[in-house]
C-alpha cells in the first residue's frame, strides 16, 4: 500500500542506512511560572536519532515529559534548550509533514465521519474525488463501513479514536507522533487498534513516536524502546526490540523473549539506570 491521497504525499518508504528522520539534539524543557519564577523542567538533555520508518515507543512515569517531547516535536511547544531536527531541518511549528494523534479523538461534532476524516484535505484544498477515494479506502481499513455519515456522538470510544487515526493517515504525514491514543480503550478493542496501527504502518514508509504506559503495547508495537526516567526526562533505557514480525499476542505473550524483555522494562520503569 501507498499514498492513501494518490498524490505522493504520504511518506515513501524508506530503506535503513538513511539519514536520521527524527533527530532529538540535546533537547530540554522548562515551563515557566508565575508563581515561584523556577518552573517545572520537563525534560533534560534529551538526544535521541530516530531511523526514517521506525515505529519508536516511548515510556516513562507519569508526569517525565512524554507529552512535552511530543508536543516539542510537533512544534507545539518550542524547547527551552536543544531542538528538534526532522529530515534534517529543525522544527520551527506545527507542519503537515507531522501527524499526532492523542489520547482523546478530539473529532469536531458538527462533521460526520466522513467529514472528520476527510478535515485535512478539505481544509487544504485537495480535490474532492481523490479525498474521497482515500477516505472510503481508509474507512474500509478502520471497519468503519456504514458509518460514513454518522456524527461521533453516535459512536462508541474505538470507533471515535479509529476516525481519529483515519483523519491522521489520510494526509500521509511522514511522521506520526501518537501520544497514548489508545488509553482509553478495553483491553479487546486496545489489541484490534494495535494490529490496525501495525497494518497501516506496514504499508507506508511513515515513523511513528508512540507513547504508552503499557508495557505490553510497547512490546507488541515497537522497534525501539525509549525509557525515560522520572521528570526531568531523560533517556534511561534504549531497547531494539528482537522480536520478529508478523507478531501475533497470543504467541508473544508465552514467548521467553518477550517475557524477559518485559521483565528489563518493568525493573527500569521502577529502576531507571543512567550509565548508558
Ligand atoms: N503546559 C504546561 N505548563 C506548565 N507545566 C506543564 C505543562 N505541561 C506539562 N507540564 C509539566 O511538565 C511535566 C511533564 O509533563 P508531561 O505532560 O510532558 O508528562 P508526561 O510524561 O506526558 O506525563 P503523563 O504520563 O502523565 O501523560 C509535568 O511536571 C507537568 O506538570
Ligand atoms: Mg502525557
Redesign the pocket.
Known amino acids: 500500500m501507498d499514498g492513501f491521497l494518490d498524490d505522493g504525499s504520504l511518506a515513501q518508504a524508506r530503506r535503513p542506512g538513511q539519514d536520521p528522520a527524527i533527530s532529538f539534539d540535546g533537547v530540554s524543557h522548562r515551563?515557566p511560572?508565575r508563581r515561584d519564577g523556577r518552573g517545572?523542567e520537563?525534560i533534560a538533555d534529551f538526544t535521541a536519532d530516530i531511523a526514517p520508518g521506525a515505529l519508536v515507543c516511548l515510556l516513562?512515569p507519569?508526569?517525565?515529559?512524554?507529552?512535552?517531547?511530543l508536543n516539542v516535536l510537533s512544534g507545539f511547544e518550542k524547547p527551552s534548550g536543544g531542538r528538534v531536527l526532522v529530515d534534517g531541518l529543525p522544527v520551527l511549528g506545527p507542519g503537515p509533514d507531522r501527524g499526532v494523534v492523542f489520547q482523546e479523538p478530539n473529532l469536531l461534532p458538527w462533521r460526520t465521519v466522513l467529514g472528520n476524516i476527510t478535515l485535512g484535505p478539505d481544509l487544504a484544498g485537495r480535490p474532492r474525488e481523490q479525498t474521497l477515494r482515500a477516505a472510503r479506502r481508509l474507512i474500509g481499513l478502520t471497519g468503519l463501513t456504514g458509518f460514513e455519515r454518522h456524527a461521533p456522538y453516535e459512536l462508541s470510544g474505538g470507533m471515535r479514536q479509529r476516525v481519529a487515526l483515519a483523519r491522521a493517515w489520510i494526509s500521509g504525514p511522514p511522521i506520526l507522533a501518537m501520544d497514548?491514543p489508545f488509553g482509553a480503550l478495553d483491553a479487546q478493542t486496545r489489541i484490534s487498534m494495535q494490529e490496525l496501527l501495525v497494518d497501516i504502518w506496514g504499508g507506508t514508509g511513515s515513523t511513528i513516536l508512540f507513547?504508552t504506559?503499557d508495557v505490553d503495547e510497547a512490546l507488541f508495537l515497537a522497534d525501539r524502546i525509549m525509557i525515560l526516567g522520572p521528570?526531568p526526562?531523560r533517556l534511561a533505557k534504549d531497547i531494539s526490540s528482537p522480536l520478529p514480525r508478523p507478531r501475533i499476542y497470543e504467541n508473544l505473550v508465552v514467548d521467553p523473549v518477550y517475557a524477559g524483555l518485559k521483565r528489563d522494562i518493568l525493573l527500569s520503569l521502577r529502576q531507571p539506570d543512567y550509565s548508558i
Open positions: 515551563y511560572d517545572t520537563a516513562g507519569s508526569g517525565c515529559g512524554k507529552s512535552t517531547l497514548e507513547v504506559h521528570r526526562g
